[in-house]
């Protein structure tokens, strides 16, 4: 992951070019200098369990497997050719079994912030050369703290929030949201938007694993192996968790 890390910092460092792919997202050399190192490191320790990953499209052709990995190998694109990004660009390697996210690892380039799974499921970190657990938090007193999209805010998830009143509102872009919210920095991340399932698979993994859960609009737990690999709406909980089914949506 660090290495791939580093290689997409050394791109950012000489000037990002975007193209754009056929929905229109921005795609980089970074994304496939970063999808080449995982894709040979996943080879190389899991020869046998296939890989969903964004920038190989005919993988986005596979059937769900029992087992499989769900790579983003650079997550927040658009995030990563903004000056001002803020780093909030992420890598991302999903481990979903029988449907469930059940093991993930992301890192943050520009933070130095690695994060991932064991084998029991607890979620960790490792940033400024200090390992911990992640714990979500209990919601302050003050009220709850919710994570949007910057890049991708839309009418139903302002209506969500002010549905529940919720005023104190972060944005932050790519999968640093789940961070965030495992590290106990927010409390519920609503998104109505589109997602791919390689875009939250490792973040659904360590949210869980730090004592969150993501939930469908309806309550229901989010399952992996869609159609065409895409997301509905989803609520990510830490401490906050509103009442279900959210009818509205």
Known sequence: MRHAGAKILTIKAGGVEADYKADASPVTQADHASEAILKAALARFFPDIPV??????????????????????????????????????????????????????IYVPAMDWLCWTDKNGQAHQEKDGQHSLLQIRQVPK???????????????????????????????????????????????????????????????????GAGGHIYTPDGQPHLYGKPGWKNGAFIACAGYRPAFPLVRY
């Open 52 to 105: 969903i990953s964004e920038e190989n499209t005919e993988s986005h052709l596979l059937s769900p497997a029992a087992s499989y990995f769900l790579v983003d190998p650079l997550d927040g694109t658009r995030e990563f050719i903004r000056q001002d990004s803020n780093g909030h660009f992420t890598v991302n390697i999903g481990f979903v079994q029988q449907g469930m996210a059940c093991g993930g690892i």
């Open 142 to 208: 003050k009220g709850p703290a919710a994570l949007a999209s910057r890049s991708h805010r839309d009418p139903k998830t302002n209506g969500f929030l002010e549905a529940e009143a919720i005023a104190d509102i972060v944005s932050a872009g790519s999968s640093l949201k789940f961070l965030l919210l495992a590290a106990g920095k927010a409390d519920i991340y609503p998104r109505f938007g589109p997602t791919m399932e390689w875009d939250t698979a490792a973040g659904e993994a360590i949210l869980r």
